[in-house]
């Protein structure tokens, strides 16, 4: 009993000293209550016990997934992290364990899918880091004075709606993909210049593409 006690006492004390410096000490482990570090929000066992974590409350899913903090990312490394955290927080992997611990690696496995896809998409990526900034969405109303933008989207529109043609929605099918991809560049470019009102409005187009991407997945004839 003694040399356990003595064995947590010694992993707190190395926590405590492993933690950033001014950042305060995470809560104590749920299962054996050895003190622990700060968190970054990457998920973490107890260096005693091994007992899985919470996720932190609003955790950075840049940090999280191991990326910078830039609308350009490495989709590969991406893809890679994501694999490593599911492995590591899969709730198959807590069958036997706690029901307190099964529920934590659910909650981590559905937040490093949401950080995933979220990074994935240009769409999602770039919204998410008008939110880390503090700049709030643009709205349908903001591309109002783009005149010519909207009719191009109320063109596309018409032509979807009307069209029963495989060919012609393969054809809108491209046109969007190359409007997306045009966006996708100006977009890199505003982030990179930290021009984070011209990012707004080209996120706001990219918006009204995203929406027709939907309606095209519903108008695809099976094949």
């Given at each position: 009993m003694r040399a356990a006690l003595r064995a947590r006492l010694g992993w707190a004390r190395r926590a405590l000293r492993e933690a950033a410096p001014g950042r305060a000490p995470g809560p104590p482990c749920w299962s054996c209550g050895t003190a622990l570090a700060g968190t970054d929000g990457t998920p973490r066992f107890c260096p005693a016990c091994q007992a899985l974590q919470p996720p932190a409350p609003r955790p950075d899913l840049f940090r999280l997934m191991d990326c910078d903090r830039s609308f350009s990312i490495d989709v590969r490394q991406l893809q890679r992290r994501f694999r490593s955290l599911q492995?590591?927080?899969?709730?198959?992997?807590?069958?036997?364990?706690?029901?307190?611990?099964?529920?934590?690696?659910?909650?981590?496995?559905?937040?490093?899918?949401?950080?995933?896809?979220?990074?994935?998409?240009?769409?999602?990526?770039?919204?998410?880091?008008?939110?880390?900034?503090?700049?709030?969405?643009?709205?349908?109303?903001?591309?109002?004075?783009?005149?010519?933008?909207?009719?191009?989207?109320?063109?596309?529109n018409e032509k979807l709606a009307e069209s029963k043609n495989e060919d012609i929605i393969e054809e809108i099918e491209t046109l969007i993909k190359v409007k997306q991809e045009e966006l996708t560049r100006e977009l890199t470019a505003a982030f990179e210049r930290d021009d984070l009102q011209e990012a707004k409005k080209l996120l706001g187009k990219m918006k009204y593409f995203a929406n027709l991407e939907d309606k095209l997945k519903t108008k695809k004839i099976p094949s």
């Open positions: 492995r590591a927080v899969h709730p198959d992997r807590f069958g036997q364990r706690p029901p307190k611990e099964q529920y934590y690696s659910e909650q981590h496995s559905s937040l490093i899918n949401k950080a995933y896809q979220t990074l994935l998409n240009p769409l999602s990526r770039g919204l998410y880091l008008l939110e880390l900034s503090g700049v709030e969405p643009a709205q349908e109303t903001d591309c109002d004075a783009d005149s010519a933008f909207l009719m191009e989207i109320m063109e596309i």
